[in-house]
T-cell receptor
Framework: DAKTTQPPSMDCAEGRAANLPCNHSTISGNEYVYWYRQIHSQGPQYIIH???NNETNEMASLIITEDRKSSTLILPHATLRDTAVYYC??????????????FGGGTRVLVKP | GAGVSQTPSNKVTEKGKYVELRCDPISGHTALYWYRQSLGQGPEFLIY????????DSGLPNDRFFAVRPEGSVSTLKIQRTERGDSAVYLC????????????FGQGTRLTVV
């Protein structure tokens, strides 16, 4: 799986949008971009994933550049409960690979009142 | 329960002892994964089960680590001759099948080897 690069930390004001960048310049054509987050003392939680089109769900939006070498996770209205470590992961979706995830260091997001 | 359950939540053991960590996946999920997370780092893949068989055990660090899933549901991660370096949070995740887009994680077992 391709490697990802994320800033180690960022702060965000409560109620504002949080934009989390991720670089994945070596991504292959059959690799998806996944985002998980991990709140303190909990297991990681799936947020969203995409291949090349922008995606939106009830938690967040995912914007993938046209060349697919980078992406941005957007939390539209950050709350204090969004304070967590956010992981950007690139993986091939195949039965052989299963759901094996390669986590990097992630971005530690602190939402401030 | 509705989610992935891991027991115990905390385990303290002495160096050299044997430990077993248990994972109860979501009912009906055929894929099960073990990860290990050291302080300040992201989770690290250990092993993946599809049904009863280990489809990928490439992440197990050495032969002191072993995992089973005899009936395709509950899994046990076994660590022999524990070392202080084995101290970490051990996370279990399950997915409905290998191609599922989402894996569901338990809260982990915090293992401390003293």
């Amino acid at each position: 799986d391709a490697k990802t690069t994320q800033p180690p930390s960022m702060d965000c004001a409560e109620g504002r949008a949080a934009n989390l960048p991720c670089n994945h310049s070596t991504i292959s054509g059959n690799e998806y971009v996944y985002w998980y987050r991990q709140i303190h003392s909990q297991g990681p939680q799936y947020i969203i994933h995409g291949l090349k089109n922008n995606e939106t769900n009830e938690m967040a939006s995912l914007i993938i550049t046209e060349d697919r070498k980078s992406s941005t996770l957007i939390l539209p209205h950050a709350t204090l409960r969004d304070t967590a470590v956010y992981y950007c992961i690139v993986r091939v979706a195949s039965n052989a690979a299963g759901n094996k995830l390669t986590f990097g260091g992630g971005t530690r997001v602190l939402v401030k009142p | 329960g509705a989610g992935v359950s891991q027991t115990p939540s905390n385990k303290v053991t002495e160096k050299g002892k044997y430990v077993e960590l248990r994972c109860d996946p979501i009912s009906g999920h055929t894929a099960l994964y073990w990860y290990r997370q050291s302080l300040g780092q992201g989770p690290e893949f250990l092993i993946y089960f599809q049904g009863t068989g280990a489809a990928d055990d490439s992440g197990l660090p050495n032969d002191r680590f072993f995992a089973v899933r005899p009936e395709g549901s509950v899994s046990t991660l076994k660590i022999q001759r524990t070392e202080r370096g084995d101290s970490a949070v051990y996370l279990c995740a399950s997915a409905q099948d290998p191609s599922s887009t989402e894996a569901f994680f338990g809260q982990g077992t915090r293992l401390t080897v003293v």
